[in-house]
């Protein structure tokens, strides 16, 4: 069974950042795609954007790609989400995910709060 | 591109067939598309890829067709564990999406 292990909750305040971590296998399977998608409380999913770690080719959807950026640091199998200029309406989980296309694989999920 | 899933929500019985939509703006490529099973306070589980095939574990109930603009998620007889919220996503494009989800209750 892949794991796939994200950093523990964090609260903000509008207008800051936040960085999440999610530590991968390292193998074959992970080391293709890693996509971090979001929930808001009682909400849908949303497809944030996702990496090549191998290449560090990144895809961000639309509507984040000006407060959005995935890395990856190959020597540790981690891969980080930073989210700018924080709103209240960014409340929510964060999944890390893989491979890629279909998601086989998630994270535990990390609560991101912000508030004033 | 825009998924766009039906009903909202659904009331069902156990022992009962249904089926859900996922209505994409426009055409998947490759019939990139899989669907996901969401129960509260957990990860959601993948259940279809590639619009048919199904997931490692996932029981034979459950099965997905479509092409193009059009897909379907069948569960062919509810067991009381498949009461959940279930997602269409796309993997066609560059650019993933999901779709809003269905919920189906009791």
């Known amino acids: 069974q892949v794991q796939l292990v994200q950093s523990g909750a964090e609260v903000r305040k509008p207008g800051s950042s936040v960085t999440v971590s999610c530590k991968t296998p390292?193998?074959?399977?992970?080391?293709?795609?890693v996509s971090w998608v979001r929930q808001a409380p009682g909400q849908g999913l949303e497809w944030l954007g996702r990496i090549l770690p191998t290449v560090g080719l990144t895809y961000y959807a639309q509507k984040f790609h000006d407060r959005v950026t995935i890395t990856a640091d190959a020597s540790t199998n981690t891969v980080y989400l930073e989210l700018r200029s924080l709103i209240s309406d960014d409340t929510g989980m964060y999944y890390c995910a893989s491979p890629s296309g279909w998601l086989q694989y998630w994270g535990q999920g990390t609560l991101v709060t912000v508030s004033s | 591109i825009v998924l766009t899933q039906s009903p909202g929500t659904l009331s069902m019985s156990p022992g009962e067939r249904v089926t859900l939509s996922c209505r994409a703006s426009q055409s998947v490529s490759g019939k990139y598309l899989a669907w996901y099973q969401q129960k509260p306070g957990q990860a959601p589980r993948l259940l279809i890829y590639n619009a048919s095939s199904r997931a490692t574990g996932i029981p034979d109930r459950f099965s997905g067709t479509g092409s193009g603009t059009d897909f379907t998620l069948t569960i062919r007889r509810l067991e009381p564990e498949d009461f959940a919220v279930y997602y269409c996503?796309?993997?066609?494009?560059?650019?993933?999406?999901f779709g809003q989800g269905t919920k189906v209750e009791f």
């Open positions: 996503q796309q993997y066609g494009s560059s650019l993933w999406t």
């Open positions: 390292g193998d074959t399977v992970t080391s293709y795609a």
